[in-house]
């Protein structure tokens, strides 16, 4: 038995057995052939069989991501079938007598760093990944390597890996994976985001633990606690399967809220809304009774494609989103593109610090053709709904009013051409920047609204890198300094009439919830999967007694351990339900 601490990233306990998803290892020495004509049968069946795989995985993530998102495996069919690339193979292995495995890797390398080279072509720059991935998987067919592949998992399991993408993520199928864990990655990186909203238990950031489990060890996630356990003994297994009944009981207990206002025990309302990356994630919102979305991360749009989408592409999408919610309100944030997220086709500078550098509305408004594109799609959905735009990363007014500017040139265009924009868009800002955060009473008089970005606020004002696991001990959410800007924040836009929201991963915190709640924050946008124990949690707090609990927190604690506890001693029977 061999236990592993990390970062729990969603909740949950699962118990199963171990998928490696790790890069196999496909070196091997150059070598040459006796009978070409063995060889290019060898390489014939491994096309094959490559192609019947990516066919496979095809229909698979067909069910699950959009047309378009699967259409990354026509081009890898495409160029596993190209005579072209097939004739090349077999020059190699007729003309310089090379085995089949060394043909393909000399060939695919040859390709590889041509494509690599055209710089001023990025779209045959991203060819290059995809020529590798095709023909690493006929490699590993030759060699008799097996590849993990997450669309053909069809047995219970849980997933360990290095570190799971979006594509990765959106491969898993919720019916087979019942946890993940990885290597790398902290509460807030968007492989933990998007299993809370897969609602899949996981845990990030263990440093090892693709390293210390072989395929098909039993494994336990917990990710309550952060905890991985490899090969359980029986009793170890038999107290987390008594956890994970006490866990289900709880989430069956919650459901019975998906309909109930959120409102304190004084009767005191907020509004609980949902994180969302795509219009996929609406089921889980409406599940979970989301009263709308107070986060609609677009850069996802963006990070699914192959190119930039479309005016008509976007539009399509935030219709959807808007005419989904109906009544209820769409906060949507237009790209945040840079620090971890980047586009295959979008060139961004090499850079030092991207945290720190040309990110989220920065490239906007350098590129602004990019966000007006944006813009037009979101005023010409806005009469499906009730739309709200928010910018992020703004760290100055000049920004926001640079940024609103190009809204209202977008509208009056598409008034001028008679195309339909509802006229009661509110336009707001996230605060994740602390220069912002601490100007809050400029910006309040023109703004509609703030959204506070805890992920990224935090890693600013701590200078702690939210992706790295050897600071994430100072990434401290209850650090009264963070606190105390959260707080300033809400009462600038409350003597402007003005409302607040929290979209960062803090506003579903349990031990943050009773603060925020005193601090009258108006709006928690969560993973859809916590607003049911928000709203559990909230339903048993009195509001007047959390504005005592505030004031304590912010006038006598000095640390961020001193608040926990503050609000563990005061309402921690609560909290624990
Ligand atoms: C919600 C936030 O944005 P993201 O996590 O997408 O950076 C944030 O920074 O809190
Ligand atoms: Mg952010």
């Not at 924040?489 to 929290?502: L, N, P, Q, R």
Request: charged share 25%; glycine share 6%; hydrophobic share 40%.
């Amino acid at each position: 038995m061999n236990k592993l601490n990390g970062i729990a990233a969603s909740d949950g306990i699962a118990i199963s057995k171990a998928f490696l998803l790790v890069e196999p290892d496909l070196s091997f020495e150059l070598g040459k052939n006796s009978d070409p004509e063995a060889e290019v049968t060898r390489l014939e069946d491994a096309i094959s069989v490559s192609s019947t795989e990516i066919e496979q995985i095809k229909a698979k993530a067909a069910e699950s991501l959009s047309e378009e998102e699967a259409a990354v495996f026509d081009a890898h069919l495409s160029i596993l079938l190209d005579p072209e690339m097939k004739n090349a193979f077999v020059d190699k292995i007729k003309e310089q007598s090379y085995d089949a495995q060394s043909a393909v890797r000399e060939t695919a390398d040859m390709f590889i760093t041509m494509f690599k080279n055209m710089e001023d072509n990025p779209y045959m720059q991203e060819r290059a990944a995809d020529i590798k991935d095709v023909t690493d998987r006929v490699i590993a067919h030759l060699l008799g390597v097996q590849m993990p592949d997450l669309s053909t998992v069809d047995e219970e399991v849980v997933v360990l890996g290095y570190d799971l993408t979006p594509s990765d993520t959106a491969q898993l199928d919720k019916r087979y994976v019942k946890g993940f864990a990885t290597d790398i990655g902290g509460r807030t990186s968007h492989s933990a985001i998007m299993s809370r909203s897969l609602e899949i238990p996981a845990v990030v950031g263990t440093k090892d633990v693709s390293k210390s489990a072989e395929a098909g060890d039993l494994v336990i996630i917990d990710g309550l606690e952060g905890d991985v356990i490899i090969n359980p003994d029986e009793e170890t297994v038999k107290a987390y399967e008594e956890k994970q009944a006490d866990f289900l009981a709880k989430k069956a207990e919650w459901a019975q809220l998906v309909n109930a206002e959120s409102k304190t025990a004084d009767g005191e309302t907020f509004e609980l809304v949902a994180n969302i990356g795509t219009p996929k994630d609406l089921e889980g919102a409406n599940d979970n009774g989301a009263e709308g979305i107070g986060l609609y991360r677009t850069e996802f749009l963006y990070m699914d494609s192959d190119q930039m989408p479309t005016e008509e592409e976007q539009f399509e999408a935030y219709k959807t989103v808007l005419e989904d919610m109906g009544e209820r309100p769409v906060v949507v944030r237009t790209m945040d593109i840079g620090g971890d997220k980047n586009l295959p086709y979008l060139p961004l500078p090499e850079e030092m610090n991207p945290f720190l550098g040309y990110r989220a509305i920065r490239i906007g408004l350098h590129q602004p053709e990019l966000l007006r594109t944006q813009l037009r799609a979101l005023l010409r959905a806005s009469v499906y709904g009730k739309l709200r735009i928010m910018f992020p990363m703004i760290s100055n007014l000049a920004e926001f009013r640079q940024a609103k500017a190009l809204v209202e040139e977008e509208k009056a265009k598409l008034v001028d051409d008679g195309v339909p924009v509802a006229d009661d868009i509110q336009i707001g800002i996230m605060i994740e920047i602390p220069a912002a955060a601490v100007l809050a009473d400029q910006f309040a008089k023109e703004v509609d609204f703030f959204s506070i970005g805890t992920n990224d606020l935090i890693q600013y004002t701590m200078a702690a890198d939210r992706m790295n696991e050897h600071v994430s001990y100072l990434y401290q959410p209850y650090n009264p300094s963070v606190l105390r800007l959260i707080k300033s924040v809400i009462d600038a836009s409350h003597k402007e009439g003005k409302w607040t929201g929290m979209c960062g991963e803090v506003a579903g915190d349990q031990t943050a919830v009773p603060l925020l709640v005193g601090m009258g924050l108006d709006e928690f946008s969560m993973s859809a999967s916590s607003i049911l124990k928000t709203r559990s949690l909230m339903s048993k707090l009195n509001k007047s007694e959390m504005e005592s609990l505030v004031n304590k927190a912010l006038t006598e604690c000095t640390t961020s351990d001193e608040v926990a506890n503050l609000v563990h001693d005061t309402v921690g029977d609560i909290i624990e339900g």
